[in-house]
C-alpha cells in the first residue's frame, strides 16, 4: 500500500462521531472471529487458556495465556 493510499484509507475510517471505533466495525462479528483462534490455541496445547477480549484502551482486540504447566519450557505463553 501506497503512503498515498494509506493516507486516504485513514482519512475514509476517521469519523468524528465514532471515536473508538471505524465505522465498518462489528462487535459481534469481531468476538466471534476471536473465538476460533482461542479454540485453537486451547487445541494446541490441550488445555483450557485464560483469554481477554475487547480490552479496553488498547491497541490489540484481545489476547490467550497458555498456562506454564501446557508448555515445554515450563513458562506461559501469551498471544
Known sequence: ?????????????????????????????????????????????GTPCDYERDTQDSSEYGRVQVPADATICGTRIVV
Do not use: H, I, W
Not at 11 to 27: A, G, N, T
Open 1 to 45: 500500500m501506497s503512503v498515498t493510499e494509506l493516507l486516504a484509507l485513514m482519512c475514509r475510517l476517521d469519523d468524528p462521531e465514532r471515536l473508538k471505533q471505524p465505522p465498518p466495525y462489528d462487535r459481534a462479528a469481531t468476538n466471534l472471529a476471536f473465538a476460533g483462534p482461542v479454540r485453537r490455541v486451547e487445541a494446541d496445547f
